[in-house]
């Protein structure tokens, strides 16, 4: 089974809520998306994506199958690091171990550097979320360092681990 990425549609709300609505997703993601979290979230969401600014925000949804299995989003940050983003991503737990998320991010990472003179996207997962960091690591991101005492997560304090991956000059 092999990945794509897209531009989100409306008609995703259904498969992205269902997909997202899960706690064991949500411990490894920023906080501010509710939980349960609802078809009307999706449509919020998808909606706010369709909304943003093209040259800043570049949101897909992640689809197996003719299905929504997941999101990934490069942000471009501002000022002096405006040709730097950040990168965010989740795959819906059936999917996990599959290759998709790895998949995914190089997919979206390609497409950004394609397209836009952002010269690096970092990401910053949990220290404990082994398997996103094996992610980062399988589609050419480097390790760059731990981020001690970074976030609170689930009122726990938590390192977290800067990846970076750097487009690369001819």
């Known amino acids: 089974m092999e990945c794509k990425i897209r531009e989100w549609k409306i008609e995703d709300a259904s498969e992205l809520a269902e997909m997202l609505n899960n706690k064991k997703i949500l411990d490894n993601l920023r906080d501010g998306l509710p939980y349960p979290y609802t078809k009307k979230d999706a449509a919020e969401y998808i909606t706010a994506m369709h909304q943003a600014d093209k040259s800043e925000t570049f949101a897909f949804a992640i689809t197996a199958d003719g299905r929504v299995i ?3 989003g490069i942000f471009r940050c501002s000022n002096i690091h405006s040709r730097t983003a ?4 989740y795959i ?9 998320a790895t998949s995914a991010v190089k997919q ?3 497409h950004v550097f394609a397209n836009t003179d952002i010269i ?3 990401a910053e997962p949990f220290a404990y979320n082994t ?12 390790f760059e360092g731990l981020l001690r005492s970074n976030a609170v997560k689930n009122g726990q304090v938590q390192d977290m681990k800067m990846y970076a991956m750097v487009r690369k000059t001819e």
């Open 120 to 122: 690096r996207i970092f």
């Open 86 to 89: 950040e990168m965010g991503y």
């Open 131 to 142: 398997a996103s960091c094996r992610v980062l690591e399988k589609a050419g991101f480097q």
């Open 92 to 100: 819906g737990e059936p999917y996990w171990g599959k290759g998709m």
């Open 108 to 110: 979206a990472c390609r």
């Open 70 to 72: 997941g999101s990934i």
